[in-house]
């Protein structure tokens, strides 16, 4: 194959740029650079270092070149909702704000106060997230504002400063609760309570979309190879993940466990009635005209900082060893709940939930740990059995994605808990559904059912049976738990 596939994987804590070819009818994947990604404050504000990723992508491609790649299509995914203002003059008004700053902490109960939370869900199917597009929006500086020639969502940006070329791609579109889920065309009503206007946003594009070359003033300052053409991917990382799921047959769920944990299926039609209202679906557009029907989980953001609280004295998988000599469901715990979005310290802030709720309070590394995956896969398990009862039907599988699928003891116990086969991989989801939208829009696979049969027989995947089931009825006790610690409606947060 003349052209190489790269993947530009931008995540909450760290971006890698990714390799993709195929060697004898497999794809073959290899990690190329890796760089930390973060946020800081900047102005009172938790701020992404945008210039500071792009000078990692144009490091890790100068490494492309260095391996001999000359011909280059590039894909940009990474997470949703943030956003980058630029003005009249094509350059950036300020460093993009993080989902997780605080300033959006009551902006639902403020938006919503004159505009119902039911009109906004009937007209977007998104689920009410306090840190959505819509929320930042309604905070952000009016006079910035007022200025801003173009909106740009993250990726978007990345790809206008690579080729000076403005798009705004729907799968991340329509994170921002201001797309109509029918009309398919930002809702003027909601863009009006925020200050801005469909002229902002740059034109809607579907994955697949070429945006073209990466301009020549780059080349006089990076040793780029010859030829790099950027494709507009599923840019939303999500959106990327689930086109890089096995997935086959009708009654299959998706976890695309990482710092987030999204979990759900994929629909032809969207599904946006009164019941996934209640439980706060979302219905976010994904690639080739399907719907991301998922809600999103707090996830292994918790472990993640757990780690950094020790130190770093423990990889990932010593932690999971630690756990894995520890009693399971030993504590409950609503990992969803705001209090785990960003703590000072989450290891207190864990045991202070523990402590509050009359529990044993984890202590060991390995208790905590073990804390964690277990109320991980109880919440997993809950929302499989919420989203059958949605759907009509039983959820048969759950495609486990991401890092989180090599979690062994997660994904046992999630099996054990919801009664589901489990089948962990690729961990490296998202850089291949990324890469396999390039390989289509280039024509050299037909089309994504093509594609996760190739990623099947490409990658091991692993599967996890329910077994005796000996925890069943923890799931029984974690639901009324949840009931009980959600029977008040946390304004500024989760509808339920």
């Known amino acids: 194959m003349s052209k190489t596939y790269v993947a530009v994987d931008i995540g909450a804590s760290s971006g890698r740029l990714m390799l993709g070819y195929s060697t004898e009818g497999k794809l073959q994947l290899k990690e190329v ?11 009172g504000y938790d701020c992404w270092d945008i210039d500071h990723i792009l000078q990692e992508i144009f490091t890790g491609l100068e490494k492309v070149k260095k391996l001999g790649f000359q011909d280059v299509v590039l894909g940009i995914d990474t997470c949703a909702v943030d956003y980058v203002l630029v003005g009249k003059d094509g350059q950036r008004l300020k460093d993009p704000v993080s989902y997780r700053d605080a300033r959006t902490k009551d902006s639902i109960a403020k938006l919503t106060s004159d505009l119902s939370k039911d009109y906004i869900y009937e007209k977007t199917g998104i689920q009410f997230l306090d840190f959505n597009t819509l929320y930042q929006l309604f905070e952000e500086d009016k006079d910035l504002l007022a200025k801003t020639d173009k909106i740009l969502m993250i990726p978007d940006y990345i790809g206008y400063v ?66 790099v053409n950027v494709i507009t991917v599923a840019t939303h990382d999500t959106a990327s993940a689930v086109v890089g799921t096995p997935a086959t047959g009708q009654r299959w769920a998706y976890l695309s466990s990482g710092t987030w944990s999204l979990i759900g299926t994929e629909l032809n039609v969207p599904e946006n009635g009164e019941k996934a209202f209640k439980h706060n679906y979302t219905n976010e557009w994904g690639a080739y005209g399907t719907y991301r029907f998922l809600k999103n989980i ?18 990932f998988a010593e932690l999971a060893e630690l756990a894995s000599h520890e009693e399971p469901f030993q504590q409950l715990i609503d990992v969803n709940d705001d209090r785990f979005q960003n703590p000072a310290n989450m290891i207190q802030e864990i045991q202070a939930y523990c402590q509050e709720t009359n529990q044993e309070i984890p202590q060991t590394p390995g208790e905590i740990a073990m804390a964690v995956y277990s109320n991980l896969s109880l919440y997993y398990a809950n929302e499989l059995a919420v989203l059958g009862d949605i759907l009509g039907y039983k959820i048969d599988d759950l495609n486990i994605v991401g890092g989180g699928s090599n979690v062994a003891l997660m994904n046992q116990l999630t099996a054990t808990i919801a009664g589901v086969n489990v089948y962990a991989g690729p961990s490296e989801a998202t850089a291949i559904g990324n890469i396999i939208v390039q390989m289509i829009a280039q024509g050299d696979i037909l089309n994504v059912y093509l594609a996760r049969r190739i990623i099947a027989d490409s990658f091991p995947i692993k599967k996890y049976t329910p077994g005796q089931e000996p925890f069943a009825a923890k799931l029984t006790e974690y639901q009324d738990f949840l009931k ?7 304004e500024g947060g989760m509808l339920a």
């Open 33 to 43: 650079h890796r760089f930390k990604n973060g946020f800081a404050k900047k102005e």
């Open 484 to 490: 009980k610690t959600k029977e008040k409606t946390v």
């Open 298 to 315: 707090m996830g292994l953001w918790i472990i993640q900082n757990v780690k950094e609280e020790l130190d770093d004295d423990y990889s």
């Open 162 to 227: 690579l080729t000076g070329k403005a798009v705004t791609e729907v799968t991340n579109a329509s994170t921002t609760q201001m797309l109509s889920l029918r009309e398919g065309l930002f809702d003027q009503h909601l863009l009006d309570k925020v200050n801005v206007t469909h002229d902002q946003f740059p034109k809607l594009v579907d994955p697949g979309t070429n945006l073209g070359a990466v301009s020549d003033q780059w080349y006089e300052k990076y040793d780029l190879p010859r030829k």
